[in-house]
């Protein structure tokens, strides 16, 4: 059976590689890519949006929450 080809960079074709099979011979797990992609993806965001807080909003129309029963203090 033939091996995966490589693409080398400045070589005129693809040559085959061998790849050791306790690492390649395994079956693939799709939740597992997922996860992986996910968090690189998640790595490579900037994360410079915000939100702003109950206390950072300016005025409002209705309370925020009611008067009794929340357990907060008046």
Do not use: C, D, I, Y
Not at 11 to 36: D, I, M, W
Request: hydrophobic fraction near 40%; avoid cysteine; charge should be positive.
């Amino acid at each position: 059976m033939a091996g995966p080809k490589a693409q080398v960079l400045g070589a005129q074709k693809a040559r085959e590689v061998s790849l050791e099979a306790s690492v390649f011979a395994v079956e693939t797990k799709p939740s597992l890519v997922h996860e992986t992609v996910r968090a690189e993806m998640n790595a490579a965001r900037a994360g410079t949006r915000g939100a702003k807080t109950r206390g950072l909003v300016a005025g409002g129309r209705s309370k925020p929450w009611r008067q009794k029963g929340t357990g907060r203090a008046r």
